[in-house]
């Protein structure tokens, strides 16, 4: 019997290390990819997305079929294996990164501005100027889950099909407890959606100011920050104390300034905010202005090589990376945020649209539009390391805006 034992055991053992040797030869095939030094690019002329890998500064593969892509914007799931895109024709389009593939598509409006991801990662927010209003999709499915209609708009025309005329919705983020937060353009208001619970509820917010165009939340998602169009200023919503409704801050500034033509809006979710202070785009201005964060007071403005569009913190904090709108496109501007001065002046070339950094910060990836071309720098020497090519390249975004609120 102690023989039999035995045996059976020798069997067990080899039919182990068999499957054991198996599993190690089928993964040596294999090639494995880690999700957490990845990122997408837009090619926003062909409809076109690239996977890159930021630590190889390599192209990986290039995926096509996503539609408009002239304003498009990237959301990732929590594992990063998934990134949603959100196109300017309505689509919302799920992309593998592991598969390199499209996970799902749906067409969701007429005309869409971006989106956000809940902080359980189970639901995808999208914000459309048509029809105006919130669209909320299943992350895993994108089954739509509610469809929540902007403010009606009475003095405008109504639509062909008889329909009223609603506010366009901007400036859509995530916010801790499984929350949104959207500004809706054309009715003056910020409203805040609540998805903690099965039946959401919406907080809305008036006469927050004219024409919320853009917004940004503060990394630690205590602050919603409105930009304004319509007149000097912006508007900030505190999520811990609601019951205080909106604020408005920096209600002055630019006024008595020559006013300048607007070549492009800035993008406020491309603040930087460095210890107690934020560097804001000035609107139409060749200005960064400079605002405590604990007064929402204005501290000083360093003048800028025109106007800026995206202004952003490296991770430490200790440099903020400026890019401007046409026909300035071409120049890249550092300042130091210790002492809050201009330190370089780069010229990538034409076309700089976005930028974005490695996590921990040491290189800073650009798009060059104009010059199809991505391109890599060294944070600290400010040299440039690789280029890449792209179609048109516009958005970069890495995965590790996974794990960040407010992206």
């Not at 048509?130 to 299943?138: C, D, H, Q, W």
């Not at 919320?212 to 912006?234: K, N, T, V, W």
């Not at 609107?283 to 202005?289: E, I, M, N």
């Amino acid at each position: 019997m102690a023989k039999l034992v035995k045996s059976t055991l020798s069997v067990a053992a080899l039919s182990l290390l068999t499957a054991c040797s198996m599993t190690h030869q089928l993964a040596s095939k294999v090639e494995l990819r880690p999700t957490g030094d990845l990122g997408v690019v837009i090619e926003r002329a062909t409809g076109q997305v690239q996977i890159v890998n930021h630590t190889s500064k390599t192209s990986l593969a290039q995926i096509d079929g996503l539609g408009d892509l002239s304003h498009a914007s990237i959301v990732y799931s929590r594992d990063q294996r998934f990134a949603y895109v959100f196109g300017r024709d309505g689509g919302l389009t799920k992309v593998d990164l592991l598969t390199d593939s499209i996970a799902g598509r749906v067409i969701q409006s007429g005309n869409s501005i971006g989106g956000a991801i809940s902080q359980d990662g189970k639901l995808v927010a999208v914000s459309n100027y048509t029809p105006g209003g919130v669209k909320v999709f299943n992350a895993e499915t994108l089954e739509l889950v509610a469809d929540i209609p902007a403010t009606e708009l009475s003095t405008k025309p109504r639509n062909k099909d008889g329909s009223m005329q609603r506010s366009k919705t901007v400036g859509l983020v995530d916010a801790p407890g499984n929350k949104f937060v959207v500004s809706l353009f054309d009715s003056h208001e910020i409203w805040v959606l609540d998805f903690s619970k099965p039946d959401y509820q919406v907080s809305k917010f008036k006469d927050i100011g004219l024409f919320p165009y853009d917004a940004l939340m503060s990394p630690d998602g205590r602050y919603y920050i409105a930009g304004l169009f319509g007149e000097d200023g912006m508007a900030l919503l505190d999520l811990w104390h609601m019951e205080k409704g909106v604020q408005r801050i920096l209600p002055n500034y630019g006024k008595g300034d020559k006013k300048l033509p607007v070549y492009k809006m800035p993008h406020l979710e491309g603040w930087a905010i460095a210890g107690d202070n934020a560097f804001v785009p000035a609107v139409g201005q060749h200005k960064v202005l400079v605002v405590n964060t604990k007064t929402w007071k204005q501290v000083t403005e360093i003048p800028v090589h025109g106007q800026p569009v995206f202004v952003m913190a490296q991770p430490d904090n200790r440099q903020v990376w400026v890019n401007f709108a046409f026909p300035r496109n071409d120049t890249i501007q550092v300042i130091d945020t210790d002492s809050i001065s201009l330190t370089d002046t780069l010229k990538p070339g034409p076309g700089v649209l976005h930028m974005e950094f490695t996590p921990r910060g040491e290189q800073v990836w650009m798009s060059v539009r104009d010059k199809n071309e991505i391109h890599i720098y060294d944070t600290l020497s400010k040299k440039l390391v690789k280029l890449l090519e792209a179609e048109s390249p516009s958005g970069i975004f890495f995965t590790n805006r996974a794990h960040q609120i407010g992206l």
